[in-house]
């Protein structure tokens, strides 16, 4: 503690020894201004007063001010100042008067500057939080909350309900307050696992410093969050090869940081039990036994399990899991399957025959006609690449998929009439496979072949551009035969740079998502979004039949520049209302992602780029939502009437997790109710 403003000591005041002397009058003391760590208290003049004498947390000393000043005091804490007026020590005819005295309390220190709270992972039954202490002596109380337990409530309410709950639990423990919050107190920098929430529901944690004996030292924070839904798996499990003794499964987490255990377990202890049953018994064994490092995984993964037992059925587990804390926090996700058997000696002999661009005659003639077989005719790049285990499980998965599985399966010998496209590669496949036991009994046998080529009627087309701005375009497509199909496309320039007609087509079909949702006949307008200033190339040529057909057809065109081409964005709003309003985007690039999100005003202000930037991300409870490409139309509701908010916008790289672009602000004020 210092006290800058006091005096040196002198001597006391003494009583005169003249008759009948007078008592001054007391000083009448008024607080001043009051920290989480300084008091101030004042005071009037008092007449005749030489000095004052003063007393303060076992000190004491005098002043001639009118004011005393303390700093380095314990936040939330009471202090009392006692002060006397005195007389000049000449004066034998005055006394010293009474002490005033006034007690005040420190201000509770706010956690905000002692602590931060950041979610780590959410899942869809869990959440990872990370708290972190700037003074690693400053103890802090946090807690993983329903929503609806502390929205519309106090700081002091949730506060006093913590208090009842921890001394019921303390007497119930048989602990004094002080042991138990020994136990439930953190400080430092620490991370909270919680697994056992309810999937798309509404969460808050928050916390507040607390000291052992009950004493709390801070305002309270909160963050809020909502966990994720498990309509989807927060793990995908895919099968991949599976063998007589051992099998590989990749692993795709939701979130791609976090932990998880991947477990590989006989299936007969597990098929009966529920997820919860089975997350419980497995966590218990991972407590018991511990877990190695090839079975604890992060981010996408492939990992071979082997040691199998032949024609075994087993289950492969996968779920969030904190080996610190030795807590699952995800839902489980499960895969069921049966170790291959031994291959049998079947083999299927292939022919194809007759091949004309439309047809060609396939037969399958298998070594034992009582055995029975997967067979096929496909597109050969559909299995481009694959090793012969990996073109099985394909084929198998696409027939499941199609719900077919049993139209693909005979025995004995079949021949027919395949119908194919022209000019287009094809495999004719089979392999033994039984359909009780879902298991493949040989390798592949294949027979690849290229069927007829065909004459394609000529084709045409002309290419428009109208309505042109700086950020859109109408282009359009128009073929000389309305009945032929055709690939069209609009991108920019330098996409096609410096390529011949082969490599221009397959660049502009490897653009789109989804090439084939760009194939169209008859007249087709394109509206085409823009960047300013920007070379384009509208692009079309033949497709038929996976392939295309025609030379490229191509229209370069030039989008005007922004009035203002250092410019980044343009917003502007609409429909405002006292809770809602409309936030219109324009980017510049039309290709890059940007990051958005309108903010009350009040919570930004004074804050840095950088400020702004991890403030928005670390409020992002599901950071995809906030992030678009292109041209924007995004609503508002719930807002507060009669208030400030700021749309902020800026560039940024989900990959690296980075603003690319400076922050863009634009401002709007609701309507008054």
């Not at 590989?248 to 377990?265: H, N, V």
């Amino acid at each position: 503690m210092s006290l800058p403003m006091l005096m040196l000591a002198a001597p006391s005041c003494e009583k005169s020894d003249e008759p009948d002397p007078t008592a001054l009058k007391a000083p009448v003391l008024t607080a001043g201004e009051t920290t989480d760590t300084s008091l101030e208290v004042r005071w009037e003049a008092v007449e005749r007063a030489a000095h004052y004498e003063w007393e303060f947390n076992s000190t004491s000393g005098e002043t001639t001010n009118h004011s005393f000043f303390a700093s380095d005091l314990t936040p939330s804490t009471s202090y009392t100042l006692r002060v006397r007026a005195c007389p000049a020590a000449e004066n034998k005819s005055l006394l010293p008067s009474e002490w005033s005295e006034i007690t005040l309390t420190t201000g509770e220190r706010r956690l905000e500057d002692v602590l931060s709270i950041k979610i780590l992972h959410i899942s869809d039954i869990g959440v990872q939080v990370e708290s972190s202490s700037t003074q690693t002596e400053e103890t802090y109380y946090l807690r993983i909350s329903p929503a609806d337990q502390v929205d519309g409530r106090s700081d002091e309410e949730i506060r006093a309900a913590d208090r009842a709950f921890f001394e019921e639990e303390a007497r119930t423990l048989g602990f004094t307050l002080s042991e138990y919050l020994d136990l439930r107190l953190d400080k430092g920098t620490t991370v909270t696992t919680s697994g056992a929430l309810s999937p798309n529901s509404a969460y808050c944690v928050y916390g507040y410093g607390m000291r052992n004996d009950g004493t709390v030292t801070s305002n309270l924070v909160r963050k809020s969050f909502r966990t994720l839904s498990n309509e989807t798996p927060q793990i995908a499990i895919t099968l991949g090869t599976i063998e007589t003794t051992s099998v590989e499964a990749s692993f795709a987490p939701q979130d791609g940081d976090i932990e998880y255990a991947a477990l590989l377990r006989p299936a007969a202890a597990y098929l009966e039990l529920g997820d919860e049953e089975c997350l419980k018994k497995l966590v218990e064994e991972l407590v018991k036994e511990g877990i190695d490092g090839t079975s604890l995984l992060k981010g996408d993964a492939t990992r071979t399990f082997d040691m199998l037992t032949p024609d075994t059925e087993y289950l492969l587990f996968a779920f969030g899991y904190d080996a610190e804390s030795q807590q699952a926090f995800t839902s489980l996700s499960r895969k069921v399957f049966k170790s291959a058997r031994e291959l049998s000696e079947l083999t299927v002999e292939i022919t194809v025959e007759d091949i004309t661009p439309e047809t060609a005659q396939v037969a399958f003639i298998p070594s034992d006609k009582n055995a029975t077989y997967f067979y096929s005719v496909e597109p050969a790049h559909q299995f481009e690449g694959l090793t012969d285990e990996e073109f099985i499980a394909r084929a198998v998965a696409n027939a499941k998929a199609s719900g077919l599985l049993s139209f693909y399966l005979t025995s004995g010998d079949e021949a027919y009439r395949q119908d194919l496209y022209p000019d287009m590669d094809y495999v004719a496949f089979a392999f033994g496979f039984e359909y009780g036991s879902m298991q493949v009994t040989t390798g592949l046998f294949r027979n690849e072949f290229r069927s007829g080529h065909l004459d394609v009627p000529e084709l045409g087309i002309d290419i428009k551009v109208s309505n042109l701005t700086s950020d859109t375009a109408t282009v359009t497509f128009t073929p000389t035969n309305d009945e032929a199909y055709y690939f069209s496309y609009v991108a920019p320039s330098a996409e096609f740079a410096g390529l011949d007609d082969d490599a221009m087509i397959e660049k502009a079909l490897s653009l789109p998502g989804y090439a084939l949702a760009f194939v169209d006949c008859g007249t087709l307008d394109f509206d085409a979004e823009l960047s300013p200033g920007t070379e384009y190339t509208a692009i079309a040529f033949g497709y038929e039949h996976d392939m295309p057909t025609t030379k490229p057809f191509t229209l370069t065109f030039t989008s005007p520049e922004w009035e203002d081409p250092s410019q980044l964005f343009k917003i502007s709003h609409s429909n405002l209302t006292s809770d809602s309003a409309d936030i219109h985007v324009i980017p510049a690039d039309k290709q890059m992602r940007y990051f958005s999100d309108l903010k009350l005003s009040s919570d930004y202000e004074g804050l840095t780029e950088e400020e702004i930037t991890r403030k928005m991300i670390d409020e992002a409870w599901y950071i995809s939502l906030y992030i678009h490409y292109g041209i924007l139309d995004e609503p508002f509701s719930g807002l507060q009437a009669d208030t400030e908010y700021t749309y902020f916008i800026f560039g940024y790289d989900s990959d690296t997790g980075t603003r690319t672009t400076p922050v863009t602000s634009y401002r709007i004020r609701t309507a008054a109710q």
